[in-house]
């Protein structure tokens, strides 16, 4: 079944040639989708200079631009990947192995968040991050969740919600079935804990608990700040 990788962007002018270069030399990718949300930097434009990538326009939020690429994708499979996150090279593999039990309606991987821009003392404390998606019942999406379209479709697709709007999601997929975390890994960007540690620990352990408790999404991006 064909693949479609849906990246949303905002302002990644940093790292989405990187990601795109990636992708293109990724064995079974079959498409890709950049899905803007209003950058003032460069990103469409590189984004728009690799051949065979489509760039849309959607509102600023993970969700309007995530479902805006899901509905322009032509795959079987969709494969929701944020800009700084980079997949294995058999991540195509993993994903077909994985959505070839029929029980399971989607998938996601086991994240290694590494230092993108330079060695940090830091360094280490990174992977303190990466327990949750070996943990987790619900994976989040930095850990590049692919599913059936059908069983996108399904769940409603992302809410129209300010934060949290993948572990929305993936509470409604396990409604329908199995949601597999695959031992293979991403490499995930650490730069929001290395710009502020202490807030960014004290915000990801606490912040899925008060969603959980149904603090609504505003209240909660609010407290997480700047959301892309």
């Known amino acids: 079944m064909r693949i479609s990788v849906v990246v949303p962007v ?13 992708l293109a030399a990724t064995p079974g990718i079959d498409e890709v989708i950049v899905v803007d949300g209003g950058s003032v930097d460069g990103t469409v434009a590189l984004a728009s200079a690799f051949p065979g990538v489509r760039v849309l326009s ?41 959505l070839a039990e029929r029980d399971v309606v989607a998938g996601a991987f086991r994240t290694w968040t590494v230092p993108d821009a330079g ?11 990466d327990i949750r998606s070996r943990i987790t019942r619900f994976p ?18 992302f809410p129209d919600q300010p934060l949290m709007e993948d572990l929305e999601l993936s509470r409604r997929l396990r409604r329908l079935g199995r949601v597999v975390t695959v031992p293979a890994v991403v490499r995930v960007s650490g730069r929001r804990f290395l710009d502020r540690p202490i807030h960014s620990t004290l915000i990801n352990r606490v912040l899925p608990i008060l969603y959980r408790l149904g603090v609504p999404p505003r209240v909660l991006a609010q407290l997480y700040g700047d959301v892309r």
């Open 10 to 22: 905002l302002d990644e002018e940093a790292r989405i040639a990187r990601r795109l270069e990636e």
């Open 140 to 157: 989040y999406g930095d850990q590049a969740i692919f599913m059936r379209r059908e069983a996108f479709a399904r769940a409603g697709g």
């Open 58 to 98: 959607a509102p600023r939020g993970r969700g309007p631009q995530l479902n805006a690429g899901a509905r322009a994708a032509g795959g079987a499979i969709l494969l929701f990947l944020h800009a700084d996150v980079s997949l294995p090279r058999d991540a195509a593999a993993w994903i077909a192995g994985t």
């Open 119 to 129: 060695e940090s003392w830091l360094a280490p404390l990174l992977h303190l991050a």
